[in-house]
C-alpha cells in the first residue's frame, strides 16, 4: 500500500544512475547511488508536457526511463521551438520533480474525516466510497446550489473545473485565488484601461529596452520562466539599466546597476514624485499624449466634470470630448481639432476649465522628491535624476508592470501612478516599452465535448452579496478573501460543501485564527471536500480528502496555454509516468465525469478518452493534433504586439487611455483630495502599518518574498531541494537588520514569537544587513504554527497508523502571514476586499 522509505530509495538511487543531468536527488532519503542499482536503462522515453509548479505552463520535456521493470523520472529539460527560443525556458523548480513524486507529505488514497473537524485525522477509504459520499453531500444542494462554493486555481484543470460546477451544478461561486495574488495591480490600471488588467496583459519588452525599473518585483526571485525571465536575461545581455526599488537585498538588486532599500509600501511616494517630476518639466511624450489618451480633455476646475461628452463619430460607441484647439484658440471636440492643448487652463462660458493632464499635474504638485525622500530615504536628487533618465531613454524605458499586488494597502494606486508614468512616457505599447502579449486561444470546452447536461448558475453569489454591503471593484472569479469572511461571519447563508481543488486556501488566504476557527464549525461549512497532491494546511480541515496526480503523472483533458509573451504557445500536457507504487490517485477530470454519472448528468456506461477530447479542442482551433502531440506545443500567433491601446479601442468611456476615468469621475468624485484608493486622481495613499505612527522597538512588517526555488503554498516547499537551498543560503528562517537585533538582544538562530493581531507564528532569526530595519522578511509559507493551525496528520491504513508532519526536520521556522494578520482589518474593502498581506505590525517576542 505504502511507498516505503527502501523503495523510495531503491527508485530515486536508480534514477540518480540512469541521468544525464546533475539531478537534484535530496541527500539525507536518496544518498548516493550503490554499486548493483545503478543498472542500465532498457529503454527512455520522451514525454513532452508543460510545468504548472508556479502555473506558468512552461513547456519541459521529461525522460522517462525503463529500469529493472520500474519507470523513473531520468531528467527534465525545457522544451523550445528553435526559432522562438528567446521565449521558452524552465527554472530550477521541475529538477524536483523526481524527488516529489516520493514526498512522504503525499495523499495516497481518499481519506475521511475520523474525530472533530480541524484535528487532522483520517481513514483510508476506497475511490467508490469516497465518489458516493461526495456526490450525496453535492445533490442535497442542487436545489440550493449557491451553496456549493468552489475553490480551483492550480492545475490544467483549474478552469474545468469552475466551469464544471457553475454550468453543470448552477452554482455562481466559484473563485481563484488572484485576491490575494495580484488583484491590487488589476483594479489599479482598471481606471486607465475601462478593464481589469493583470499581470498577464501585459509584455515587457525587456530585450529592446534601455532602462527597466522594478518596484516590489524581482524576476530573478518570482520567476516566469517562459518568457519572462528569459526576456529579462536578454535584456541584460543588451545592457538594458536596471534600477531597483525592493525593501531586501536580493539576486536581483546584487545584479541591478542601482538600487534603493525602503520602508515596506512606500513605494507609492517615489512613483508620485516620479509623476511630479515628469509633468512639472514637461518630459512627457506630447504627441502620444495627444493621440491615445484623454490628457487634452477639459473638466471644470471646481467639480472635475467634463465640460462636454459626445458621441464620436470616429469611434462607434465611443465618447469624444471637448478640447481647447491650439491651432486657432477655438473649443471643440477632440474629434474636430487640429491641434489639442495639453496643458490648457481658462474660463469657458464664464467658468474656469483645465485639462486631465494639468488636473493630474495640479495633483501630485506637492509630492516632490524632497517630500518623498522624507518617507522613504531615497535621496531627492535621485528621483529627479530616475525621472530625467526614464524620459531621456523613453519609449525605451519603463517602470515594470509588476506581478503580486496584494501585499499593502495602497497597491492598487502604485500600479495605477506607475502605469500613468509608462503613458507619460509613451512607453506603454512601444517597441522596448510595455508591449502586450499574444492573448489567448480558445478552446472548446470539455464539457461540451463529451455532451455533459449543462444548466445555468443562480441563485445570489457571495461577492453579489457582499458588493450589496458596500465592498467595491470586487474582480469577477477573485474573491477568496471573500469566501474566507462568509465562513467568519456565517454571511450570507451557510455554506453546504466547500470544494477546494488544488488551492492551499488555509495557507494562501488571510486568514489567522479567525478563518481556523470557523473552519471547524459545521453550522458555517457543513462539509469541506479537498484535492490535493499532498498535505497542506487546508486538509486539516478536510472531510473528505481526494488524493489527485502530480501534473505529469496522468493524461490531462484539456488543452493549456502559455500566455506572457508575443508567441501564443498552445501545449498539451502528456502523462510522463504513473504515480508510485502505493499511491492510488486520479485525475481531477475523472473525478468530475464520476460525479456527473452519479448525478445523472452523464449516461453510467459513458467512456472518456482524455486524448480525443484534446484532439478536438486542437482541430476545432485549426491545430494539428499529431504535430502537437509529438513537438508538445504549437504556436498560434507570433506578431509583436506594439500599439497603445493593444490593437482596438479600449472599454473606457472614450475609447481611449484615461489618465482620470471619466466613469470613475462620476462615481467617485466625492474622494477627490481624500487619500483613499478610490480617489480619481493620483494620490498619497499611507500603507495600513504606517496609521499606528512609528513602530516600537520590538515592532516590525514582515515581508514575504519567491525565492527561486519556493512555490508559494505549495508541494515544493517539502522537497529537500527546497528546504536544504534555503538553510544553504541562510533563507531559512526570518531575516533581521542587526541594529534591530542588537537592540532586542538576538543572535543569529535564536527562537522568536512573531505576534501578530490575529495569531502567532515561531521563527528562527537570521541576522543580516540584507534587509530593511522595519521589515522582517522570509520565503513564503515556510511555517506552521500549531498554535494556529495544525501540523501533523493521522492516517488509519489498512496496515496500521500512518503520522506525516507537514514541516519536519527542523524546518518551518520560516513564516506565514495569512496566520498573523486579521482578514477583516488588512484588507482593501475599495479593491474588492483583497488582502493587503503584509500591511500589519508583527511584535516579537524572544523564547
Ligand atoms: N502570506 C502570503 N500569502 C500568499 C502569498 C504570499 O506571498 N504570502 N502569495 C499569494 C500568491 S501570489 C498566490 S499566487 C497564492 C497561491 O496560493 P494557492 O492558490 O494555494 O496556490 P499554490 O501555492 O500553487 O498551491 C496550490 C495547491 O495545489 C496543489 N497542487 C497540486 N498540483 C499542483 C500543481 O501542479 N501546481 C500547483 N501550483 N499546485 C498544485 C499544491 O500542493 C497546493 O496545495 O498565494 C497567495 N498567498
Ligand atoms: N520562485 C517562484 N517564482 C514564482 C512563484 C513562486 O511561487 N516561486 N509564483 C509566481 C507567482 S504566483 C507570483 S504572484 C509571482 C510574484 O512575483 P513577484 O511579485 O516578483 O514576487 P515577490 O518575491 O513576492 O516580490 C518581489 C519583491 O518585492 C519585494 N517587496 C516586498 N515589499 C516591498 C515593498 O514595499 N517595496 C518594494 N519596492 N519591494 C517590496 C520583495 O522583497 C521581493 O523581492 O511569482 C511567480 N513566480
Ligand atoms: S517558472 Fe519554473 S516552476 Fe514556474 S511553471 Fe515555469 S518552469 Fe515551472
Ligand atoms: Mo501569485
Same mark, same amino acid.
Given at each position: 500500500?505504502?511507498?516505503?522509505?527502501?523503495?523510495?530509495?531503491?527508485?530515486?538511487?536508480?534514477?540518480?544512475?540512469?541521468?544525464?543531468?546533475?539531478?537534484?536527488?535530496?541527500?539525507?532519503?536518496?544518498?548516493?547511488?550503490?554499486?548493483?542499482?545503478?543498472?542500465?536503462?532498457?529503454?527512455?522515453?520522451?514525454?513532452?508536457?508543460?510545468?504548472?509548479?508556479?502555473?506558468?505552463?512552461?513547456?519541459?520535456?521529461?525522460?522517462?526511463?525503463?529500469?529493472?521493470?520500474?519507470?523513473?523520472?531520468?531528467?527534465?529539460?525545457?522544451?523550445?521551438?528553435?526559432?522562438?527560443?528567446?521565449?521558452?525556458?524552465?527554472?530550477?523548480?521541475?529538477?524536483?520533480?523526481?524527488?516529489?513524486? !516520493?514526498?512522504?507529505? @503525499?495523499?495516497?488514497?481518499?481519506? %475521511?474525516? *475520523?474525530?472533530?473537524?480541524? /484535528?487532522? &485525522?483520517?481513514? =483510508?477509504?476506497?475511490?467508490?466510497?469516497?465518489?458516493?459520499?461526495?456526490?450525496?453531500?453535492?445533490?442535497?444542494?442542487?436545489?440550493?446550489?449557491?451553496?456549493?462554493?468552489?475553490?480551483?486555481?492550480?492545475?490544467?484543470?483549474?478552469?474545468?473545473?469552475?466551469?464544471?460546477?457553475?454550468?453543470?451544478?448552477?452554482?455562481?461561486?466559484?473563485?481563484?485565488?488572484?485576491?490575494?495574488?495580484?488583484?491590487?495591480?488589476?483594479?489599479?490600471?482598471?481606471?486607465?484601461?475601462?478593464?481589469?488588467?493583470?499581470?498577464?496583459?501585459?509584455?515587457?519588452?525587456?530585450?529592446?529596452?534601455?532602462?527597466?525599473?522594478?518596484?516590489?518585483?524581482?524576476?530573478?526571485?518570482?520567476?516566469?520562466?517562459?518568457?519572462?525571465?528569459?526576456? !529579462?536575461?536578454?535584456? @541584460?545581455?543588451?545592457?538594458?539599466? %536596471?534600477? *531597483?526599488?525592493?525593501?531586501? /537585498?536580493? &539576486?536581483?538588486? =546584487?545584479?541591478?546597476?542601482?538600487?534603493?532599500?525602503?520602508?515596506?509600501?512606500?513605494?507609492?511616494?517615489?512613483?508620485?514624485?516620479?509623476?511630479?517630476?515628469?509633468?512639472?518639466?514637461?518630459?512627457?511624450?506630447?504627441?502620444?499624449?495627444?493621440?491615445?489618451?484623454?490628457?487634452?480633455?477639459?473638466?471644470?476646475?471646481?467639480?472635475?466634470?467634463?465640460?462636454?461628452?459626445?458621441?464620436?463619430?470616429?469611434?462607434?460607441?465611443?465618447?469624444?470630448?471637448?478640447?481647447?484647439?491650439?491651432?486657432?484658440?477655438?473649443?471643440?471636440?477632440?474629434?474636430?481639432?487640429?491641434?489639442?492643448?495639453?496643458?490648457?487652463?481658462?474660463?469657458?462660458?464664464?467658468?474656469?476649465?483645465?485639462?486631465?493632464?494639468?488636473?493630474?499635474?495640479?495633483?501630485?504638485?506637492?509630492?516632490?522628491?524632497?517630500?518623498?525622500?522624507?518617507?522613504?530615504?531615497?535621496?531627492?536628487?535621485?528621483?529627479?535624476?530616475?525621472?530625467?533618465?526614464?524620459?531621456?531613454?523613453?519609449?525605451?524605458?519603463?517602470?515594470?508592470?509588476?506581478?503580486?499586488?496584494?501585499?499593502?494597502?495602497?497597491?492598487?494606486?502604485?500600479?495605477?501612478?506607475?502605469?500613468?508614468?509608462?503613458?507619460?512616457?509613451?512607453?506603454?505599447?512601444?517597441?522596448?516599452?510595455?508591449?502586450?502579449?499574444?492573448?489567448?486561444?480558445?478552446?472548446?470546452?470539455?464539457?461540451?465535448?463529451?455532451?455533459?447536461?449543462?444548466?445555468?448558475?443562480?441563485?445570489?453569489?457571495?461577492?453579489?452579496?457582499?458588493?450589496?454591503?458596500?465592498?467595491?471593484?470586487?474582480?469577477?472569479?477573485?474573491?477568496?478573501?471573500?469566501?474566507?469572511?462568509?465562513?467568519?461571519?456565517?454571511?450570507?447563508?451557510?455554506?453546504?460543501?466547500?470544494?477546494?481543488?488544488?488551492?492551499?486556501?488555509?495557507?494562501?488566504?488571510?486568514?489567522?485564527?479567525?478563518?481556523?476557527?470557523?473552519?471547524?464549525?459545521?453550522?458555517?461549512?457543513?462539509?469541506?471536500?479537498?484535492?490535493?497532491?499532498?498535505?497542506?494546511?487546508?486538509?486539516?480541515?478536510?472531510?473528505?480528502?481526494?488524493?489527485?496526480?502530480?501534473?505529469?503523472?496522468?493524461?490531462?483533458?484539456?488543452?493549456?496555454?502559455?500566455?506572457?509573451?508575443?508567441?501564443?504557445?498552445?501545449?498539451?500536457?502528456?502523462?510522463?509516468?504513473?504515480?508510485?507504487?502505493?499511491?492510488?490517485?486520479?485525475?481531477?477530470?475523472?473525478?468530475?465525469?464520476?460525479?456527473?454519472?452519479?448525478?445523472?448528468?452523464?449516461?453510467?456506461?459513458?467512456?472518456?478518452?482524455?486524448?480525443?477530447?484534446?484532439?478536438?479542442?486542437?482541430?476545432?482551433?485549426?491545430?494539428?493534433?499529431?504535430?502537437?502531440?509529438?513537438?508538445?506545443?504549437?504556436?498560434?500567433?507570433?506578431?509583436?504586439?506594439?500599439?497603445?491601446?493593444?490593437?482596438?479601442?479600449?472599454?473606457?468611456?472614450?475609447?481611449?487611455?484615461?489618465?482620470?476615468?471619466?466613469?470613475?469621475?462620476?462615481?467617485?468624485?466625492?474622494?477627490?483630495?481624500?487619500?483613499?484608493?478610490?480617489?480619481?486622481?493620483?494620490?498619497?495613499?499611507?500603507?495600513?502599518?504606517?496609521?499606528?505612527?512609528?513602530?516600537?522597538?520590538?515592532?516590525?512588517?514582515?515581508?514575504?518574498?519567491?525565492?527561486?526555488?519556493?512555490?508559494?503554498?505549495?508541494?515544493?516547499?517539502?522537497?529537500?531541494?527546497?528546504?536544504?537551498?534555503?538553510?544553504?543560503?541562510?533563507?531559512?528562517?526570518?531575516?533581521?537588520?542587526?541594529?534591530?537585533?542588537?537592540?532586542?538582544?538576538?543572535?543569529?538562530?535564536?527562537?522568536?514569537?512573531?505576534?501578530?493581531?490575529?495569531?502567532?507564528?515561531?521563527?528562527?532569526?537570521?541576522?543580516?544587513?540584507?534587509?530593511?530595519?522595519?521589515?522582517?522578511?522570509?520565503?513564503?509559507?515556510?511555517?506552521?504554527?500549531?498554535?494556529?493551525?495544525?501540523?501533523?496528520?493521522?492516517?488509519?491504513?489498512?496496515?496500521?497508523?500512518?503520522?506525516?508532519?507537514?514541516?519536519?526536520?527542523?524546518?518551518?521556522?520560516?513564516?506565514?502571514?495569512?496566520?498573523?494578520?486579521?482578514?477583516?482589518?488588512?484588507?482593501?474593502?475599495?479593491?474588492?476586499?483583497?488582502?493587503?498581506?503584509?500591511?500589519?505590525?508583527?511584535?516579537?517576542?524572544?523564547?
Amino acid at each position: 500500500m505504502r511507498i516505503t522509505r527502501r523503495e523510495a530509495l531503491k527508485l530515486a538511487a536508480v534514477a540518480a544512475a540512469s541521468s544525464a543531468l546533475p539531478l537534484s536527488i535530496p541527500r539525507r532519503r536518496l544518498p548516493r547511488a550503490r554499486a548493483g542499482s545503478s543498472a542500465a536503462p532498457t529503454s527512455i522515453r520522451v514525454a513532452n508536457t508543460a510545468c504548472i509548479i508556479c502555473g506558468q505552463r512552461c513547456p519541459i520535456r521529461i525522460y522517462v526511463a525503463e529500469v529493472g521493470g520500474e519507470q523513473v523520472v531520468a531528467k527534465v529539460v525545457y522544451n523550445t521551438d528553435p526559432e522562438y527560443d528567446r521565449y521558452f525556458a524552465a527554472c530550477g523548480r521541475p529538477q524536483a520533480i523526481p524527488e516529489l513524486r !516520493f514526498l512522504p507529505q @503525499r495523499i495516497r488514497r481518499p481519506l %475521511l474525516r *475520523v474525530g472533530a473537524r480541524g /484535528e487532522g &485525522r483520517f481513514r =483510508e477509504i476506497s475511490w467508490e466510497e469516497a465518489l458516493n459520499i461526495l456526490a450525496e453531500k453535492l445533490k442535497k444542494y442542487l436545489d440550493e446550489p449557491w451553496r456549493i462554493v468552489v475553490l480551483s486555481h492550480q492545475g490544467f484543470e483549474g478552469g474545468l473545473v469552475r466551469s464544471f460546477f457553475e454550468s453543470v451544478l448552477g452554482t455562481p461561486n466559484t473563485t481563484q485565488h488572484c485576491d490575494t495574488c495580484h488583484t491590487g495591480c488589476d483594479i489599479g490600471r482598471k481606471p486607465i484601461f475601462g478593464a481589469y488588467k493583470g499581470p498577464s496583459a501585459f509584455m515587457p519588452d525587456y530585450a529592446n529596452a534601455k532602462l527597466a525599473v522594478f518596484m516590489g518585483r524581482n524576476p530573478a526571485g518570482g520567476i516566469v520562466a517562459s518568457a519572462w525571465t528569459k526576456m !529579462f536575461t536578454e535584456g @541584460r545581455a543588451n545592457k538594458m539599466k %536596471l534600477v *531597483v526599488f525592493d525593501v531586501r /537585498e536580493s &539576486r536581483l538588486t =546584487e545584479l541591478a546597476d542601482e538600487y534603493y532599500i525602503i520602508p515596506p509600501g512606500t513605494d507609492l511616494a517615489v512613483s508620485l514624485a516620479l509623476l511630479n517630476i515628469i509633468l512639472s518639466e514637461r518630459l512627457y511624450n506630447k504627441d502620444y499624449l495627444v493621440k491615445w489618451t484623454n490628457a487634452p480633455m477639459l473638466v471644470y476646475a471646481d467639480t472635475m466634470e467634463p465640460v462636454k461628452l459626445a458621441p464620436n463619430p470616429l469611434m462607434k460607441g465611443k465618447k469624444t470630448y471637448l478640447v481647447y484647439d491650439e491651432a486657432d484658440g477655438k473649443f471643440r471636440l477632440k474629434t474636430e481639432a487640429l491641434s489639442p492643448a495639453l496643458e490648457y487652463e481658462g474660463t469657458y462660458q464664464g467658468r474656469p476649465v483645465k485639462t486631465v493632464l494639468l488636473a493630474i499635474r495640479d495633483a501630485v504638485k506637492n509630492y516632490t522628491p524632497e517630500w518623498a525622500e522624507k518617507i522613504t530615504g531615497v535621496p531627492a536628487n535621485a528621483i529627479r535624476r530616475l525621472a530625467h533618465e526614464l524620459a531621456d531613454a523613453a519609449p525605451k524605458a519603463f517602470i515594470d508592470h509588476g506581478y503580486k499586488g496584494t501585499r499593502y494597502y495602497n497597491e492598487g494606486m502604485l500600479n495605477r501612478v506607475n502605469m500613468l508614468i509608462n503613458i507619460m512616457l509613451g512607453s506603454l505599447g512601444a517597441k522596448g516599452g510595455i508591449a502586450y502579449p499574444a492573448g489567448k486561444p480558445h478552446f472548446k470546452s470539455p464539457i461540451d465535448i463529451l455532451g455533459i447536461a449543462k444548466t445555468k448558475p443562480r441563485g445570489t453569489s457571495i461577492p453579489g452579496y457582499w458588493a450589496s454591503q458596500g465592498v467595491e471593484n470586487i474582480r469577477p472569479g477573485c474573491w477568496s478573501m471573500l469566501v474566507a469572511r462568509s465562513i467568519i461571519e456565517g454571511k450570507p447563508y451557510p455554506i453546504g460543501v466547500l470544494f477546494i481543488h488544488l488551492e492551499n486556501f488555509v495557507s494562501h488566504v488571510l486568514g489567522g485564527r479567525k478563518l481556523a476557527e470557523a473552519l471547524k464549525d459545521e453550522n458555517r461549512v457543513e462539509f469541506i471536500v479537498v484535492l490535493d497532491t499532498v498535505f497542506n494546511e487546508t486538509t486539516m480541515y478536510a472531510d473528505l480528502v481526494l488524493p489527485v496526480p502530480f501534473f505529469f503523472e496522468y493524461e490531462p483533458i484539456t488543452l493549456n496555454y502559455a500566455k506572457k509573451s508575443y508567441v501564443s504557445v498552445v501545449v498539451d500536457p502528456q502523462k510522463a509516468l504513473d504515480p508510485p507504487r502505493g499511491v492510488d490517485a486520479r485525475p481531477t477530470w475523472w473525478i468530475l465525469v464520476e460525479i456527473a454519472k452519479r448525478l445523472g448528468k452523464l449516461p453510467p456506461g459513458a467512456s472518456v478518452d482524455p486524448i480525443a477530447v484534446k484532439r478536438k479542442q486542437a482541430e476545432e482551433a485549426g491545430i494539428n493534433y499529431a504535430e502537437l502531440r509529438r513537438k508538445g506545443y504549437a504556436l498560434l500567433w507570433t506578431k509583436p504586439k506594439y500599439h497603445p491601446w493593444g490593437g482596438k479601442p479600449l472599454p473606457t468611456t472614450t475609447g481611449e487611455l484615461e489618465l482620470v476615468n471619466v466613469e470613475w469621475l462620476a462615481k467617485y468624485r466625492s474622494y477627490i483630495g481624500k487619500e483613499s484608493p478610490l480617489n480619481p486622481l493620483p494620490c498619497w495613499v499611507p500603507p495600513l502599518w504606517m496609521r499606528k505612527g512609528g513602530l516600537a522597538d520590538n515592532e516590525f512588517v514582515v515581508v514575504e518574498f519567491q525565492d527561486p526555488l519556493t512555490a508559494i503554498n505549495n508541494f515544493m516547499r517539502f522537497a529537500r531541494l527546497v528546504s536544504d537551498s534555503l538553510k544553504w543560503g541562510r533563507l531559512y528562517g526570518v531575516q533581521m537588520h542587526p541594529s534591530r537585533a542588537r537592540r532586542l538582544g538576538l543572535r543569529d538562530g535564536d527562537l522568536v514569537r512573531l505576534v501578530g493581531p490575529n495569531g502567532e507564528v515561531t521563527a528562527r532569526v537570521i541576522v543580516t544587513e540584507k534587509v530593511h530595519p522595519m521589515v522582517l522578511a522570509a520565503p513564503h509559507a515556510t511555517a506552521l504554527d500549531e498554535r494556529v493551525v495544525p501540523n501533523k496528520v493521522v492516517v488509519e491504513t489498512s496496515s496500521g497508523t500512518l503520522t506525516v508532519k507537514l514541516f519536519g526536520d527542523g524546518g518551518g521556522y520560516g513564516v506565514n502571514n495569512n496566520f498573523l494578520g486579521d482578514p477583516m482589518v488588512s484588507v482593501v474593502p475599495e479593491e474588492g476586499y483583497r488582502a493587503a498581506q503584509h500591511d500589519f505590525v508583527v511584535r516579537v517576542e524572544k523564547l
